[in-house]
Structure formats: C-alpha cells, structure tokens
C-alpha cells in the first residue's frame, strides 16, 4: 500500500531502547509470513549501514568519483608499500586479499591506472607477470583522503565505545564467514574451521 512506503531514515526504538526501521519492519512482517523479521530486519539494516558508509566514502573521494574498490585497492597497494619491497601487488594478488574476481580488479586498475594513481610494472622475477603499484599521485591522493575518512569514520561512530567496535566488526565479520561457508556448501567444497 502506497500509504505504508517508508522514507529511509526515520527510525523507531523498540521498548529496551534498540532501533528499528518501522517501514522495513512492516514490509518484512508481509513478507516473512511466520512474524519473525530478525533476520530479514538485520539484514536489511546492514545493507542501509553499508550505504550510509559508502556514500560518506563517495564524498570523502572529492568528487574524483572513485568507488569503495577502487579505495580498497589503494590502500592494499599502500599496505603492500609498507612491506617495504615497494614491489605492488599483481592482480590475482590483490582479487584474492579483496575477495573479488580478477576481472573486477583488473577493471578497477584499468580506472585508477587511467587517473594516473597506479601503473602497471613488470615483475623482475617474473617478466610473464604484471605487478600493480601506486603512483606519487596515487600515495598524495591517499594521503589527502586519510585526515577526512578518519573525521568521518570517527563520526559515524559517534557513541560507539571500543567494546562496541570490537563486537560489531566480529559480527559482520561473522556474517562474512557464514557466507563463504554457505558457499564452499553449495559448491560442494568443505568448509573450513567453524567460526567462534
């Protein structure tokens, strides 16, 4: 019904005081049939957190216009500097630290190579393979995003405490998990050890 649309951004509390979204509530009361919405509000409430991190990230790009990949492969190649080989990563590396295909990140490498950010680099102990490795302008552009996203990240978790971090990264960090054993079940492969 056209009266029970919700606009994002208007929350309840439930009577011990924890938020909840009332629209998506009512939508997955409709939806799950049996009344227990846990699940699907949890999720739900996860998708819109996500959303709310990466359009503050979006900001936080200066309007460069780069997505949450392309960040994520910025501050990999960073990391891989850290090393100190300064030697970058190849793409299969960086697909199999990010979780995603080879494709994705090779189209990824193509934009930022394109911006000027990374290059492309022989590898001198195997000149068959590529390497990727930020540019001066990538490491400056990183540099100038890191005071923001840090003001950012801290404001978004205004009222957050250590504990609360702690709990809330091992719980999506559970839900991760579950879902690469759900996975490795699907695909026929064993799962590895259980999550605590």
């Keep these: 019904m056209m009266k029970d649309v919700h606009i994002p951004g208007e929350l309840s509390a439930d009577v011990d005081g924890r938020f909840y979204d009332a629209g998506v509530r009512a939508a997955m009361a409709a939806f799950a049939g049996d009344g227990d919405t846990r699940a699907l509000e949890t999720a739900a409430a996860l998708r819109s957190a996500t959303q709310a991190v990466d359009r503050l990230r979006a900001l936080g790009a200066g309007g460069r216009g780069l997505?949450?990949?392309a960040l994520d492969v910025l501050v990999r190649l960073a990391a891989a500097e850290g090393d100190g080989d300064g030697a970058g990563l190849t793409v299969g590396e960086?697909?199999?630290?990010g979780g995603v295909s080879s494709r994705n990140v090779t189209g990824l490498v193509d934009t930022l190579e394109g911006d000027g950010l990374v290059r492309r680099v022989r590898d001198t102990a195997d000149r068959r393979s590529v390497r990727v490795?930020?540019?001066?302008?990538g490491r400056a552009w990183l540099e100038a995003?890191?005071?923001p996203t840090q003001r950012a990240m801290a404001a978004v978790f205004r009222g957050?405490?250590?504990?609360?971090?702690?709990?809330?990264?091992?719980?999506?960090?559970?839900l991760v998990d579950n879902q690469r054993r759900l996975e490795e079940h699907l695909a026929g492969t064993p799962a590895g050890p259980p999550t605590p």
Aim: charged letters at 25%; aromatic letters at 10%; one cysteine or more.
């Design 94 to 97: 960086l697909a199999r630290s």
């Design 145 to 147: 995003f890191r005071g």
């Design 133 to 137: 490795v930020l540019t001066a302008e």
């Design 67 to 69: 997505s949450t990949g």
């Design 160 to 174: 957050f405490t250590p504990e609360d971090l702690a709990v809330f990264r091992h719980l999506c960090l559970r």
